[in-house]
């Protein structure tokens, strides 16, 4: 029988974030893998999609999204991100950030084309690349801090590079990229006519006071960059799949009609549900989240700290990469297979986010649970028994409140 897959499947494999969540199910365990951000979603974004069913809102949308949602996207960029965007032409709802960015490759990318991403990486990022037959390429980010040679970024363009990715704030290390970090990597693209794409859709989680700085609003940069969110994460709605993209109007219209023939449309009334949220939710919301975030992200850290797994305390989103060292296993996935069966809390192994060996040390623990089901991990993590082979353990870690 010579009836086969296509060959771009076989670049393609099921992402160790929800390998580990069956995996975690199965061992009836904590799922610290999964950024399913399972906390309570607010009242006016349930409200909104009720009223939309009830109303009858249950049929096609216009393929780019609701116009009340493209238009409270639209004042919310402008006032948050600091992007001008034209809601009948320059926004597209898709099916989620993750549907906005293939959307966006499947528009503005051809195959070869090579596209610069910065390590650690988002998996989805590199499989939806691949899956586009685009090329990826690497620029290590170095711990703690998370930083980059602007040499190596440099020396990463090729007559091929189409795009380079920006992912702020990171997923999984949390970095937040600073003005002047975004203005070297903004410098680059022009020079090299490179298009942007960012992903985004942690912006509201910032933490010890950092600010959130949008590439698409540096000067010039708007002609470049595709803003890519959503509002799975901020309003607890993983499962609805509403994210959107944001670029100029020539580009939007190859991307929304890309949306139409993959997804057709977003969900209608969620749509509305969204749109409500974004109307009525004052910034008081937003801060305050950010504050619970923290305290949540310094109760995990301190934790880690606590059964020998060093964090690397993150600046932004809702993930802390750990040194997993003193865990039994060759690799990362023996790593947190071994916590999974010995404490069931699942983690997702380092190797999900490098293309080398780099990440065989690193576990990934996702912060954006309930109190109850993050205090029952943490107690866990606390009893392993490799918390006394580490001497250091005894110094606090910095960026982590004292409470």
């Not at 549907?99 to 990022?125: M, S």
């Not at 990463?156 to 990715?165: D, H, L």
């Not at 509201?204 to 609003?217: A, E, I, K, N």
């Amino acid at each position: 029988m010579t009836l086969r897959l296509s060959a771009r499947t076989s670049q393609i494999s099921q992402a160790e974030i929800r390998s580990m969540s069956i995996e975690c199910e199965s061992a009836g365990g904590i799922n610290l893998a999964q950024g399913v951000c399972d906390m309570e979603t607010p009242w006016p974004v349930r409200e909104g999609a009720a009223q939309a069913i009830e109303l009858g809102i249950n049929t096609y949308t216009r393929h780019d999204g609701l116009s009340c949602l493209r238009e409270a996207i639209a004042g919310k960029v402008h006032q948050y991100n600091g992007i001008k965007a034209d809601p009948s032409t320059d926004i597209v709802v898709s099916a989620g950030s993750t549907g906005a960015f293939y959307c966006a490759c499947l528009a503005l990318l051809d195959p070869g084309d090579e596209v610069i991403l910065f390590e650690p990486y988002y998996g989805y990022h590199v499989n939806t690349l691949l899956a586009v037959q685009a090329v990826p390429q690497f620029v290590m980010l170095r711990p703690p801090e998370w930083t980059f040679d602007p040499w190596e970024l440099a020396e990463a363009i090729t007559p091929r590079t189409k795009a380079i990715i920006v992912n702020t704030p990171a997923n999984p290390s949390g970095k937040v990229l600073v003005e002047n970090e975004l203005e070297m990597i903004a410098d680059l693209a022009c020079q090299h006519d490179l298009f942007i794409f960012t992903d985004e859709i942690y912006e509201y989680f910032l933490y010890d006071r950092r600010t959130h700085v949008s590439p698409g609003s540096l000067p010039g940069m708007g002609e470049r960059t595709i803003t890519i969110s959503g509002l799975s994460k901020v309003f607890s709605i993983t499962g609805w799949r509403i994210g959107y993209s944001v670029s100029r109007a020539d580009w939007a219209k190859a991307i929304g009609y890309v949306n139409d023939l993959v997804y057709v449309c977003a969900p209608a009334p969620l749509q509305q549900g969204a749109a409500r949220g974004i109307e009525q939710l004052s910034p008081s919301f937003y801060r305050e989240l950010s504050l619970e975030y923290q305290a949540k992200r310094d109760r995990l850290c301190r934790s880690l700290a606590k059964a020998g797994l060093r964090p690397i305390v993150p600046q932004g989103a809702y993930y802390v990469l750990a040194d997993a060292s003193p865990l039994p296993g060759s690799n990362s996935r023996e790593k947190a297979m071994f916590l999974l069966r010995e404490i069931r809390v699942a983690s997702v192994p380092g190797q999900a986010f490098y293309h080398g060996a780099q990440g065989d040390a690193l576990l990934r623990f996702c912060f954006a649970k309930k109190d109850d089901d993050l205090n029952e991990a943490c107690r866990c993590l606390e009893r392993l028994s490799c918390r006394d082979t580490v001497a250091q353990l005894a110094v606090p870690i910095e960026g982590i409140s004292r409470k």
